[in-house]
T-cell receptor, first 111, second 114 residues
Framework: KQEVTQIPAALSVPEGENLVLNCSFT??????LQWFRQDPGKGLTSLLL?????REQTSGRLNASLDKSSGRSTLYIAASQPGDSATYLC??????????FGKGNQVVVIP | EAEVAQSPRYKITEKSQAVAFWCDPI?????LYWYRQILGQGPELLVQ????????DSQLPKDRFSAERLKGVDSTLKIQPAELGDSAMYLC????????????FGQGTRLTVV
């Protein structure tokens, strides 16, 4: 069974600092990895999708890397802003687009 | 921009009552998922449809939960009877065909069972 772990579970950073969020997974036979953002009481917003053949994806201030062999992904958010405060979820897909999620990184950016 | 639509956004129901949630996926997306998310946890798959067929319902508590997608478009998830432990966020998602498709989620239905 695929297990996804996200570390740290929660973190606070001052505005302007770079954020580094880590995700690890136990089974490297994945099709893709997605990072999502979730605001309190809301649904999930897709941030970045990395296919298994790719090493990284970038969108604006966000950059996600994927190392399948070591079962790791890292989400970087440059120059954090208070509006980046949210929970970030990592999910991996292995067959039939079935997603296995971690518990999330809860981020607070302090103005 | 195309979105996954869910209703209602919030639902409060008494224990032992029936409750239903509705989902309309992004047009053209053949695959539809229902996930349940308990506070502080990641979402867990309840059921997956490919068109109108169930692909995976191994984690669906079939004694009280049912799901259908009759015409291969929108879907309904039902709980009867509801239990206190069913209080959670119920999320619907859809994705296009193919093993590596991106999943798009709706805003969810927050269920509280009292």
């Amino acid at each position: 069974k695929q297990e996804v772990t996200q570390i740290p579970a929660a973190l606070s950073v001052p505005e302007g600092e770079n954020l580094v969020l880590n995700c690890s997974f136990t089974d490297s036979a994945i099709y893709n990895l997605q990072w999502f953002r979730q605001d309190p009481g809301k649904g999930l917003t897709s941030l970045l999708l990395i296919q298994s053949s790719q090493r990284e994806q970038t969108s604006g201030r966000l950059n996600a890397s994927l190392d399948k062999s070591s079962g790791r992904s890292t989400l970087y958010i440059a120059a954090s802003q208070p509006g980046d405060s949210a929970t970030y979820l990592c999910a991996v897909s292995r067959g039939n687009n079935r997603l296995a999620f971690g518990k999330g990184n809860q981020v607070v950016v302090i103005p | 921009e195309a979105e996954v639509a869910q209703s209602p956004r919030y639902k409060i129901t008494e224990k032992s009552q029936a409750v239903a949630f509705w989902c309309d996926p992004i047009s053209g997306h053949a695959t539809l998922y229902w996930y349940r998310q308990i506070l502080g946890q990641g979402p867990e798959l309840l059921v997956q449809f490919q068109d109108e067929s169930v692909v995976d319902d191994s984690q669906l508590p079939k004694d009280r939960f049912s799901a259908e997608r009759l015409k291969g478009v929108d879907s309904t998830l039902k709980i009867q009877p509801a239990e206190l432990g069913d209080s959670a966020m119920y999320l619907c998602a859809s994705s296009p065909d193919g093993e590596a498709g991106e999943a798009f989620f709706g805003q969810g239905t927050r269920l509280t069972v009292v």
